[in-house]
């Protein structure tokens, strides 16, 4: 379905966005891009976007393509679609219509004839049923059975009687019983409630289906006299239909086969296609057809130069020819040249031309004969390789992905000076690990306003890449994910302006530098797709280098814990060697993630020193305390996260390396059992007054239950 101007464009390409669970609700194919809906209402694009007809907002990416799929916006509520030639139509849950890409006959329908390089609301109606796109028109219909188009009408395609293009959605005609709607090249099918079936517009190649080939139509004509009709999709100049017995009949241009009775005779009227009569899904590509029949079963046939049968080939067939490969099929839709399809799994498929990434595959095959799955990074489970770029305009929180969604960044709106354009990202791996910083290194380039607008910036790593950072430097990065010294060194050095040479070292920039220190708690080791995640606010950009403190620090934590001491008492204990060091900040929380300074403690000197802090706040049911040490060069750094519980058996829980210890509890050998916050039992064992080890234990809050007595802690 979507097809027509026949011209084909070679293209470069670049990319970008953020990709999770693959399984999908609604596929649609344009000339040579795509569109799908996930089953969480999330809307993915790709292929080619010289008329931003992808909707992602980056004026970089003109004249260029994407054969990866990338996510459009962050919303979970869109709900139907449909491509033209160079223009994406889609209606959201809410009922609302929204319209990108070409714009050059109104095919948007915004009252302009300008390209918008991402969604757009058209008008402010919310009664939007149905979408459907021609080459550079559409059609869309309400929920009251009225039928409304827009955009290019040379040929009466938008019915109204005129040749008159329309750059706002106008009513065709006054009938309110129009329930499906389908348009190709220049001509247009509808439903009726009462099954009569009906076209307008271009008729050289007798695709109306009124018997006879010639001029256009520019009202609606009946086609036949039977209230049969199902379904309806048009080609460039062919049209199939199915029957609501399920049998399959075509009409029009069949240059190519593409009619499938065998011939290659030009059909004026709709003809019944095989004895078959289980037919549920149909689409017309330009010289080529696609349906589904019976239990999931694809048959393709006519033009086959770039193997959009699908069937191994590049030989035409004149008849419906059953593909053995796609044997699960529920959904068809059809390019130019080219198909995509969805399986009994929700899972796309992809087949024919691909100069213009129409496919969606990531290697970006030039045409592929049989077909293949969409396989690309989820989950963002890539980190991006060395010299990708990303550019999107910023939102409320965005994730910058380069190829395929390897991600590069992920940036955040705060209050202050926060950034309200388009942001362009970059990343570097060096080939040899420099001697200072960590190799892979970043730009990020705010096109307004980089020194003064702010973002709270997420940067990723490897494990080794911290690994071949340490190899070479005597202060250290985080060496696995438990090492909190690893974590107190980390340092990001920012260096204003961009690359003068776009080579990204820090010799290149020629603006301020600053270092930032970022909170342990905002540098996580992320399980899951085993990467290291670090979090820093910012004021400013644009060159990014990680790196460690050019000395040591000027403490070095030796213990840390925490009891409880008659009611509402907190005891805080810690031993340090300090050096250089100025002060401590005590630090409470009661959700264990905002903060408050409750009491300022002076620094003993340059020793080992041991210090104790008594805290009558304990009123919550869980409280916790951290520590932050000042130096005198007003350098910050802090201690892990201890947590106590009001009420608990006095001496408390003390956490220390990844051991959970009981204090002032004599006892030994009795059951002790761990669970998270889910009830999920994680730990069960004898306590025998030994440090019991939580290393397995994600970062979180737990609860201890032991002889009748319940404790929380924190892991951090």
Known sequence: MRIYIIILINCCFNIILFAQDHSYLKINAGFVHGVSIRNDGSLWTWGDNHYSQLGDSTGIYYYTICPGPIRIGCEYNWQKIACGNHHTLAIKNDGTLWAWGNNSNGNLGDGTNIDKSYPIQIGSDNDWAMVSAGAN??????????LWSWGENINGQLGNGTTTDLNVPTQMGNENNWVFIENGYRYSLAIKSDSTLWSWGLNANGQLGLGYSGGPKLTPQKVGT???????????????????????????????????DGTTSQVNSPKKITNLKRWTDISAGAFFSTAIEGNDSLFTWGYNHLGQLGDGTQIDKLTPLYNSTMTSCKKIETGSSHCIALDINNHIWSWGAGESGQLGQCSN?????????????????EIAVSKDSASKIQSTVTYYSSFCNNLIAKLQLITEASLSCRVNTKVWIETNQPNNFVKRHFEITPLNNASTSGAKVTLYFLQSEFDEFNAINSIKLPSNPDDFDGKVHLLIEKRGGTSLDGTGLPSSYNGSIT??????????????ENRWEVSFNTVGFSGFFAKTTSESLPIIWKSISIIRKNQNKAVLTWSIIEKNNAYFKVLRSTSGKDFEVVAEIKS????????????????????????????NENN?????????????????ITIESNRLILNGIPENNFPLRI????????????YSNNPIDISFLFRGIYVVVCEQEIFKFYKN
């Open 604 to 631: 003993k000197g340059d020793n080992e020193n041991y210090y104790e802090f008594e805290d009558y706040y304990l009123n919550n049911s869980i409280t916790y305390y951290k520590l932050q040490y000042v130096d």
């Open 515 to 528: 270092t930032i220190n970022p909170l342990e708690d905002d540098i996580i080791w992320n399980s899951n």
């Open 675 to 686: 669970y998270n916050m889910q009830g999920i039992l994680m730990y069960d064992y004898y």
């Open 137 to 146: 028109f559409s059609f869309a219909l309400k929920n009251n059975g009225t």
């Open 226 to 260: 039977q209230k049969t009709w199902k379904k309806v999709n048009a080609g460039n100049f062919h049209t199939l239909a199915i029957k609501y017995d399920s049998t399959l009949w075509a009409w029009g241009n069949n240059t190519k086969g593409q009619i499938g």
């Open 636 to 652: 910050i750094g802090f201690s892990k996260i201890l947590s106590i519980k009001n009420g608990e058996k006095e001496g408390g």
């Open 365 to 381: 095959p030039s045409s592929i004969n049989n077909p293949t799955e969409i396989n690309y990074p989820f989950s963002n489970s």
